[in-house]
């Protein structure tokens, strides 16, 4: 408590800015095992541990090969940066956590990007790592920032917003929030009482950042906010992040086809990897 009080007493005199702020606080999708990816965007972004607050929104595993070397990277960060990044758990980091601290390995996760995550720790040799076995154990359900902006893997289903759910587990499998948001957009943006009504669980944080569901399934169209981005090509899926009422979805298929991105969520300017079949070119990923 008393370090809580101290750091709000630490602001700049006359400005009302606290000196221990960062300086951005930049939010990453789903990586899926891609650690070049992964780098690629930190590289992009400027990445600076000193200044920068970094969250990402789970899925750390799963699919691509370098999925070990990924999770000591995130470890060494949790020493690197002023600034504790905040790693928000996956559904696939559930697994993962099952498989590395009690053994268990079902079917439809090896065959979901499981497989590449034990192959990638047989052959480092990080298998028997009693720190990453800490680092799954220790992952964040949600994060809710200063600013009440909510940040979780998948979503959340009560009207009250996060940190209500009577099932942890729906904070990292949900999609419901995201399939809202979707539906109700048009509506919501003119105002509709309806829209807001039904929105409810929209309005108890100013903006929620998600993964786990990929803009990779929905295609580019003329009329979607997407289209008018450079990064985004003018055919084919979706490998932006998407924004729908005041959720944006972060997963641009990191895991698949698509790429990893980073985002400034004050600013929401973002930066990506080259297309993970670039980075990866003989394996399949997801």
């Known amino acids: 408590m008393t370090q809580i009080v101290e750091q709000d007493i630490l602001q700049e005199i006359g400005t009302g800015v606290d000196i221990n702020s960062p300086k951005r606080t930049l939010c990453v999708g789903d990586i899926h095992g891609g650690f070049k990816s992964f780098k690629q965007v930190l590289e992009r972004c400027s990445f600076n541990p000193e200044e920068d607050q970094l969250i990402c929104l789970g899925d750390y595993v799963d699919g691509w090969s370098e999925t070990a070397q990924l999770i000591e990277y995130l470890i060494s960060l949790q020493s690197l940066c002023t ?3 905040i790693f928000i758990k996956g559904n696939h980091d559930a697994w993962c956590a099952e498989w590395l601290i009690w053994g268990k390995c079902p079917d439809i996760w090896r065959i979901q990007g499981g497989q590449a995550t034990i192959d990638s720790y047989v052959k480092t040799g990080l298998l028997t790592s009693d720190e990453h076995r800490k680092f799954f ?3 964040s359900l949600y994060h809710i920032d200063k600013q009440n902006r909510g940040f979780v893997h998948g979503g959340y289903i009560s009207k009250n917003g996060l940190g209500y759910e009577a099932y942890q587990s729906n904070y ?5 929030l995201w399939t809202l948001a979707l539906l109700q957009h048009n509506n919501y943006q003119d105002g509709s009482k309806e829209a807001l009504s039904k929105a409810r669980r929209f309005e108890k944080h100013k903006e929620v950042f998600i993964g786990h569901t990929t803009t990779g399934n929905w295609l580019v169209k003329p009329h979607l906010p997407e289209y008018q981005y450079s990064e985004q090509p003018k ?7 998407m924004n729908r009422c005041n959720i944006w979805n972060m997963d641009t298929g990191g895991g698949f086809e698509g790429r990893l991105t980073i ?4 600013t ?8 993970m079949r670039t980075l990866y070119p003989d394996e399949r990923g997801r």
């Open 263 to 266: 985002m400034d969520v004050d």
């Open 137 to 139: 154990e220790s992952l």
């Open 268 to 275: 929401k300017e973002f930066w990506q990897s080259d297309n």
């Open 172 to 176: 990292y499998w949900d999609r419901d």
């Open 235 to 241: 055919q084919g899926r979706i490998i932006t992040p």
């Open 83 to 85: 600034h504790k990044p």
